[in-house]
């Protein structure tokens, strides 16, 4: 588990960085905004990844100007591995609980059968 966490680190990280890069051509800020916006991150690992040029997401504002004392302090790695980590954690609670439901269904199904066919020899 704690190697698909770091794999997953990984990517999430490489993934940020480059966003942080490329973040002057257009789709890339505006997936760049919406992380920002939504996690309330700003860079990589924090306002000082981007200079004196903090994008006005990281301040949560549409447009303007962000200054680094007003922008999220955490960095979008972080954030954005702790919103996958904890979807995973909440698919697998998902998963059990499915799992659980259709064994008890197919313990009832036994039993209806069982019964069925008990009835069906008594006749």
Known sequence: ????????KAAVNATIRE???DRKKTEVKKYMDLIEEKLKCCGAE????????IPSACCGLKNGTCVEDA?????????????????M???IIFSVIFVLILMIGIAFSCALIKGVRADYYHV
């Open 46 to 53: 924090g306002a000082q990844d981007y200079g004196s040029d």
């Open 71 to 87: 922008a999220y302090r955490e960095g979008c790695v972080e954030a954005l591995y702790n919103a996958v980590r904890k979807s």
């Open 1 to 8: 588990a704690e190697y698909m966490g770091g794999q997953i």
């Open 19 to 21: 966003g942080v890069k």
């Open 89 to 91: 954690v909440n698919a």
